[in-house]
């Protein structure tokens, strides 16, 4: 086959009806415009769990005590016999614990000079800045002497340093938490909203001993007492491996007799947030089907159209056939005449699509991902359309018998 | 009678007890009843007959656009039923130009383009088709009209242009079915003219037509009737 012959005589076909050949073409336009805005729809919402998955951190375990049972009543969550810091000292040594922190959490009224500002109180060991990867964006952060002294020493947050020192250095300045006298050794990174759209800046970090003893308050009955544990996973360990070795070894320390329901919870928080993003991306697949739906519909309008310009020219398709034209020119002429009003028809609709992206972005106020992949699965998709519906009418113009083809009226 | 065919015969094409059999619904109808016949290399040959002689017929199977139903038919010494339909497409290419009735041109393209389409289907280098196009519309007459499109062009000039465009590929053999069919009379010598012109540079023509006048430019002269040659002249015009 000839390309350029073929490639020739489609793009004179394409332009002697140019209003026939764009009406066709809005359909693939409509299709590949709307496929590819939920592509990047839902690749932004994709994008978007991954970020809040790694802002969490994406290998970590938490663990908290479970509900309490007696007597057919629930204590709630959490109300179960607290762990203490040994329980988090024994973990340290496991092969598959990266870093492990204690948690007590709290909210706290921090002073600076006349401001003041209410906000949470974390109570948290060095591996704390491990496990969420956050780094300090001036001065330090607390580090295991830090904690085993239980100094007032507090990092705080962006918001914090925002609000209560607006634009001079927060390091080394004198704050009160719950009238606790704490000097400000570090401002951390800013990490943004979380998941669930509270402000993860707006904090106060303090060691666990200092917010056990003084700032927040310990337990009634068990003076190391901690909240929660966090288990950052070593990089490379399998994670459901880590969380059922986890368990096994939870039991023990907790000593849970062989039988009897475990006395505490350990959860994967990315598997947490996956689980919540799930609907979001099962609409995504419902809303592609769709769009995809719309595309095949533009295809089929490219073969109707097709189909008359092959009995419309049915006497110029006999007339190449006698002057030498074999069967794959002719299909080829075709095909490659459904596959240019594909192919504009996708480039088009891409740049439709990316505007209707950036518009929904901007109107509904969500995120978008507008990557090349996206572009260039959208325009083969619209080129896979033209293949699919533009073969058949292609096939019917080449096995047109000669003979009759010249003497159709 | 059927004629005798030499096989060590040299003819530019040489049909031996050629059929052609239809099938309409559930009826057989029998275009050609055994034609054996040759055209010589540079013979100018006209056909006659009534309609549903078998002179369309032979037509398409010299034209290489049919194939025999039995028989054979030979171009060059290349029996045709043994070619695949690409090879006749090649062979429709190299060998023949046709000239049809209505011209055929394409409406949308020029003189010019109209005449380059065989060329792009052949294996002529592209660089030279669009001189060899526009050579063989000047052997036509035609060099001030290349940009023209066949709306903006006579009857005439329109049946030169298809003339051109059978040209093109230098073939050995030009056919044309009712050539002026479409023409008035003054046109329809003018078209003669040419053919009988490129006749004397050694084309091999075959027409087919009903008017006794056309046919007369023609050396020979087959009347067909019935899916048989009911007569063969030969004479000197």
């Excluded at chain 1, 700032?215 to 190391?224: A, E, I, K, Q, S």
């Excluded at chain 2, 090649?90 to 130009?97: D, Q």
Aim: aromatic fraction near 4%; hydrophobic fraction near 45%; glycine fraction near 10%.
């Amino acid at each position: 086959m000839k390309i350029g012959v073929a490639l020739r005589s489609a793009i004179e076909a394409l332009l002697a009806n140019p209003l026939r050949s764009f009406l066709t073409m809005l359909g693939i336009m409509i299709g590949v415009a709307s496929v590819m805005a939920m592509m990047a729809i839902s690749e932004g919402a994709a994008r978007q769990v991954d970020a809040q998955i790694s802002a969490l951190g994406a290998n970590n375990l938490n663990i908290r005590p479970g509900a309490s049972r007696r007597g057919g009543r629930s204590g709630g969550a959490a109300s179960d016999q607290p762990f203490v810091d040994a329980t988090v000292e024994a973990l340290r040594d496991e092969p598959y614990v990266q870093a492990v922190t204690a948690r007590i959490n709290g909210t706290g009224n921090v002073v600076a000079s006349e401001l003041n500002w209410s906000t949470s109180v974390q109570g948290v060991n060095a591996d704390y800045f491990i496990t969420q990867d956050w780094r300090a964006d001036e001065g330090r952060v607390l580090d295991t002497a830090d904690i085993n002294g239980s100094e007032a020493f507090a990092v705080i947050g962006q918001t914090i340093a925002d609000n209560l020192f607006e634009g001079s250095s927060a390091i080394g300045q004198r704050i009160r938490v719950n009238n606790v006298p704490l000097s400000v050794i570090g401002v951390l990174q800013s990490k943004g909203q979380s998941n669930f759209g509270n402000d993860r800046d707006d904090v106060v970090i303090i060691p666990i001993g200092t917010a056990r003893n003084r700032v927040l308050g310990g337990h009634p009955t068990t003076p190391n007492y901690v909240a929660a544990i966090e288990v950052g996973v070593t990089p490379g360990y399998d994670m459901e491996l880590a969380q059922e070795e986890l368990e096994t070894r939870m039991r023990t320390l907790r000593r849970i007799r062989a039988g009897a329901d475990d006395d505490f919870r350990v959860f994967n928080i990315a598997d947490f947030i996956r689980a919540r993003s799930s609907t979001q991306s099962t609409f995504g697949v419902l809303l592609a089907f769709t769009a995809a739906v719309s595309l095949i519909v533009g295809g089929v309008g490219v073969m109707n159209i097709m189909l008359v310009s092959v009995t419309e020219r049915t006497r110029e398709i006999g007339l190449r056939m006698a002057i030498g034209a074999r069967q794959v020119d002719i299909l080829g002429q075709f095909l490659i005449e459904a596959l240019g009003l594909c192919l504009i028809g996708g480039v088009i609709g891409s740049v439709l699509g990316i505007g209707a992206a950036e518009l929904a972005s901007t109107l509904g106020d969500f995120p978008v991902e507008i990557s090349p992949t996206i572009a260039l699965i959208s325009i083969g998709a619209s080129v896979l359309v033209g293949l699919f519906f533009g073969f058949f009418p292609a096939r019917r113009a080449a096995q047109l018998n000669p003979i009759e083809a010249l003497r159709y009226d | 009678m059927p004629q005798q065919s030499d096989p060590q015969s040299h003819a530019l094409i040489a049909c031996e007890n050629v059929t052609k059999t239809y099938i309409m619904g559930t009826q057989e109808v029998h275009a050609l009843r055994g034609v054996s016949v040759e055209f010589q290399r540079g013979e100018m040959t006209a056909i006659m007959g009534p309609s549903g002689s078998g002179k369309s017929t032979l037509m398409n199977l010299i034209g290489a656009l049919d194939v025999p139903s039995s028989g054979v038919l030979k171009i060059e010494n290349r029996d045709l039923s043994s070619l695949s339909s690409d090879d006749l497409a090649g062979l429709r290419n190299a060998k023949i130009g046709f000239v049809f009735q209505q011209f055929n041109l394409l409406a949308r393209a020029s003189a010019l383009t109209n005449v380059k389409l065989p060329l792009r289907y052949s294996r002529v280098p592209t660089e030279d088709i669009e001189a060899r196009a526009a050579h063989c519309l000047e052997l036509v007459g035609l060099a001030d009209r290349m940009d023209h499109r066949p709306m903006q062009l006579s009857g005439g000039q329109q049946q030169r242009v298809a003339i051109a465009r059978a040209l093109a590929g230098s073939p050995s053999i030009i056919l044309a079915d009712e050539p002026t069919g479409a023409l008035d009379t003054k046109t329809s010598e003018e078209i003669m003219a040419l053919l009988t012109d490129l006749n004397a540079e050694g084309i091999t023509v075959i027409l087919v037509t009903h008017e006794q006048d056309v046919a007369d430019y023609a050396a020979r002269q087959l009347l067909f009737r019935d899916g048989e040659i009911e007569s063969d002249l030969r004479g000197t015009s």
